[in-house]
């Protein structure tokens, strides 16, 4: 079977997790070029202003790079095709199933790589043609399943014959080395790059992860079906409040709409939602991207080197 790294075309195995109005180009760029996959967020942007983003990663990088999509937006048919038109080498979906644009993205040469919080949704997309899938626990930033990182990978990696990508928690060379232990042949993270120096987001919510403890984040919409974990907050608190008190709908919409925007373009981490995963505790520090990869890999081969199991 192929490597994660000679599937991705690049030094590491590692994916850095799309991040909604995050991970535009100037994120992607030094991640390809510091030997990692760097995935291009969709969220926000129409047909032409996608094709202007990708064409920005390509002016930046020759690099292999990916592209999200968000399956339940209602644009994916036009963001297919600029993904096709450009070539983009590798698209990584999510919330949905990407089943009526295999076809065209196979015939193409694009590899699709799902993000999956489930076996059944794994076994699913290996079905239809994926050629990896990012296996994601519920301590991400951002949306998420139910399942931890530490009971989902293995289970899904003794399900599927193809690579399986763990991601949920990961934040140092610990992280690597337990994802390998469970099975995984390579990872994806979101939540260290949020403080990396190439990410363009305020100083204040860089500040907040860095604030943040081992404790900061809870999920919100749980109840609605569409559960996000970010940075506890006052917006958060009376989110929470509204949601456990039964409020409507629309009631729930109005405090949330437009929340991330408020904290990654304006800044405001008080009303805005600073998306970020449990790990957000162990991030500490302002770096460059290259430090950051290349930090994961040496200390994880270090921590196997040094891993010993005693009675
Ligand atoms: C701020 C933020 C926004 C995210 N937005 C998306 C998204 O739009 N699409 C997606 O598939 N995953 C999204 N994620 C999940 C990441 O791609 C990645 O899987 C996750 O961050 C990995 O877990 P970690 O946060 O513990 O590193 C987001 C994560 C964060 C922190």
Redesign the pocket.
Known sequence: MATVAEILGTKYPLIQ????R?SRHELVIAVSNAGGLGVL?S?GFDKEGLREEIRKVKAGTDKPFAV?L?LMMNNIPDMVDVIIEEQVPIV?T?AGTPKPYMPALKEAGIKVIP?IPSVKLAKKMEDLGAVAV?A?GM?????VGETTTMALVPQVASAVNIPVIA????GDGRGVAAAYALGAQGI?????F?TADETPVPDAFKQAVLEANDTATTVTGRRSGAPVRSIKNPMIAKYLELEYSGASRDALEELSLGSLSKAVFDGDVENGSV?????AGMVNSKRPVKDIIEGLFNEAEAVVKNLKITY
């Open positions: 997790g799309s991040m909604a995050i967020t969220a999200n968000m990584m999510g993000v990012v994601e301590e991400s930033g951002g949306h991601a949920g928690g990961i994806q993270a979101g939540t260290i949020l998306m970020a995963g449990e790990i």
